[in-house]
């Protein structure tokens, strides 16, 4: 706690000129927004079992699963299997789309562990085919669009239309990044990517409307003051809030990415990721775009 009352009193009185490199800021980010479209298109994501296709496996074992030394097992006769702990002697086993036909594999499996391991119990097998996948990916990435769509909505419902299209763009540039990311990092994309984007998209938003709750009433209170000051100071008066929150958030996936196994890898990892582009966004685009579409013009 002393330690945030350290952060919060070191942050609540600066000065920093924001604005002054709100153009560059903005070049990079649509430099950024190009080379992860350019990444995504050239080098692809790597699709995981919910969108690519494969197996899912619910097995039961008769004592308490060892994770590790199933995995050593199968990784060395079967590809792209990833094991996880259910529930004590539950598992779940999931092998990515293969040329190997999957009843063939799935006969392979049971025969790996019931070598090694005695008394498994299968208790649900399922196919998941790239139809399926396919169907999966669309309804994700509407998802997304959808979020986005009601996003704006609100913002300009609660601000104006100005905030909106700033608001709007800093979530396109987090959620693009974001998919650069999964790119460059080779990361298994999957339905908890979604998820992930979907989260780094909300927590950007309410950093931003943060920010503009503070610039709508700064705009009411100094109506002659210079718009590129006044969305500084605002900045700057919310900029401990901004820093806590993001350093708090990073802490808690600090321990998710240690400690939260293989099954969570890619959403901590990807959630990480986000809160600082998000955090980067809220500060250096969200706001700046306000100079290039002056809210005072309707009052004007």
Request: hydrophobic residues 50%.
């Amino acid at each position: 706690m002393k330690i945030f009352s350290l952060i919060r009193s070191s942050l609540s009185n600066t000065g920093i000129n924001f604005m002054k490199v709100h153009k560059f800021a903005l070049i990079m980010s649509v430099v950024c927004i190009i080379g992860s479209l350019a990444l995504v298109a050239i080098k692809g994501l790597n699709f995981g079992i919910d969108f690519s296709g494969g197996i899912l496996i619910e097995a039961r074992m008769s004592e308490k699963a060892d994770i590790s030394s199933i995995r050593e097992v199968l990784s060395k006769e079967v590809k792209d299997v990833q094991i996880q702990n259910i529930d004590g002697n539950d598992l779940l086993i999931r092998v990515a789309k293969t040329d190997e036909e999957q009843a063939v594999l799935v006969k392979k499996i049971q025969e790996i562990l019931n070598q090694k391991f005695s008394n498994i119990e299968y208790r649900k097998i399922d196919y998941v085919g790239p139809q399926v996948g396919g169907e999966l990916i669309k309804k994700g990435f509407l998802a997304l669009f959808i979020s986005f769509i009601f996003i704006m909505i609100y913002i300009w419902i609660r601000f104006d239309w100005q905030f909106g299209l700033g608001g709007i763009f800093a979530l396109i540039h987090d959620a693009i990044l974001t998919l650069g990311f999964f790119a460059v990092t080779g990361l298994e994309f999957n339905l908890t990517s979604i998820a992930a984007i979907l989260t780094i998209v909300g927590y950007s938003i309410n950093d931003s409307v943060v920010i503009y709750d503070r610039i709508r009433e700064n705009l009411r209170r100094h109506k002659k003051m210079n718009l590129a000051e006044l969305i500084n100071s605002s900045t700057n008066s919310t900029l401990s809030r901004t820093i806590l929150t993001s350093s708090t958030t990073l802490v808690s996936l600090l321990a998710l990415i240690f400690f939260g196994g293989e099954v969570l890898k890619s959403f901590s990892l990807a959630t990480f990721f986000g809160i600082l582009v998000g955090t980067y966004s809220s500060i250096y685009i969200s706001a700046p775009i306000l100079l290039y579409f002056d809210p005072r013009k309707k009052e004007k």
